[in-house]
């Protein structure tokens, strides 16, 4: 398989769904795609200003002050506390990352790359883009011999998964009996909402408690698009084994894959402000308090969802007849044939929209409005 045989984009089969919500009378709540609404923080937005005079090209590898930033920022919010310059590197965005790391590390034909069973479609995407076998699997046990590139998700878009240490530590000795790179996806790690995620940090695959005093062939990727609302910035990093960084480093090189001088002075300054983040997360937590219950009451049971952007909401039907009876109510969710076979009888629900059109779908939800 290959880039001709990638699938049409799956977002243009919710048009007419898109479509029908549009003509509630009270208009459109698009849950669909967790792009953010809220505005790009101030001292985000002058950092950006500060370094326009961007003349000469940007380092692929980072200037030394975002690599820095990133280095603090995993010590102090992530409890990793021994990264260097050499074991981080910024990317323009975390989506380019993750469908070009099985090209980037010399993946190709015959070889295999793992993802979740219900999964963000780019890590099959990137499989298919390096002509390998993407194979879904949770479970470490499950994880095929001849497997090159496994990648872990925590919290998991569209599920809110979140693997905590102990089963962080059985994935890295899977992995390692494999001889694969184990790649884990964080970037929903400060919207923790129930149990001991409510006042933890979701835990790092690089966390030195999982690692077992060693980080080869383990990768962690972050982004700032939602704790940060810099999605329009393309603000994203990768850290891990120095090796692999190297390997990835080199390749990105040749190919030009140069974050923005701008932005990587943003992500420097964003990365130092916990406030922010802090807000971001008040925010998006008023949002879920409100929806979630409304769900319920209208008949859908939330699972998992413990941690992450979204709801994952099913009412024990074809997830193409739940988008239609919420697109009657001018409600736009994502259906959940998109994130793998298993998911066909689920929908996602972001919390990127405004508190208004939350209280207003949760109305039309419960029926409040009749």
Not at 29 to 43: K, M, N, R, W, Y
Not at 55 to 82: C, E, F, L
Not at 172 to 200: I, K, M
Not at 275 to 299: N, S
Request: a negative charge; glycine letters at 8%; one cysteine or more.
């Amino acid at each position: 398989m290959g880039v001709r045989d990638l699938a049409d984009y799956p977002w243009d089969a919710v048009i007419p769904y898109r479509d029908r919500a549009a003509q509630h009378p009270d208009g459109l709540v698009d849950l669909s795609i967790g792009s953010p609404v809220d505005p790009t923080p101030e001292v985000i937005r002058r950092a950006l200003a500060e370094a326009t005079d961007a003349h000469a090209y940007p380092q692929t590898v980072g200037t030394s002050d975002v690599r820095k930033a990133i280095v603090d920022w995993y010590a102090r919010r992530r409890g990793v506390p021994d990264l260097t310059d050499a074991n981080v590197m910024p990317t323009i965005g975390s989506k380019e990352l993750v469908a070009l790391l099985p090209l980037l590390l010399g993946l190709g034909p015959g070889d295999v790359v793992v993802h979740p069973r219900v999964a963000y479609p780019t890590y099959a995407v990137g499989a298919a883009v390096a002509g390998a076998t993407a194979v879904a699997a949770d479970d470490p046990a499950e994880w095929p011999e001849g497997a090159k590139l496994i990648w872990i998700n925590s919290p998991g878009n569209p599920d809110g998964r979140t693997w905590d240490l102990e089963a962080l530590t059985a994935a890295v000795r899977r992995a390692r009996e494999l001889g694969a790179v184990l790649a884990s996806d964080e970037c929903y790690a400060e919207l923790g909402w129930e149990g001991p995620w409510q006042s933890q940090m979701i835990p790092s695959v690089l966390d030195p408690r999982v690692t077992g005093g060693s980080r080869a062939d383990l990768l962690s990727v972050y982004s700032l698009s939602k704790q940060s609302n810099l999605a329009g910035y393309r603000a994203a990093f990768i850290a891990g084994c120095s090796t692999l960084i190297g390997d990835v480093l080199a390749a990105r090189k040749h190919l030009g894959l140069m974050p923005p001088a701008p932005v990587q002075h943003a992500m420097a300054v964003a990365l130092r402000d916990d406030e922010h983040v802090a807000a971001q997360k008040r925010l998006y937590r008023q949002r879920r308090d409100v929806l979630l219950p409304a769900l319920v009451e209208a008949g859908f049971r939330i699972d998992g969802s413990e941690a992450g952007l979204y709801l994952w909401a099913t009412e024990g039907r074809d997830a193409w007849e739940s988008m239609d009876r919420l697109a009657s109510l001018g409600i736009l969710a994502g259906p959940g044939h998109f994130y793998g076979d298993h998911s066909a009888q689920h929908v996602r629900l972001s919390l990127t929209a405004p508190l208004e059109r939350i209280r207003q779908a949760a109305t039309r939800l419960t029926g409040a409005d009749r």
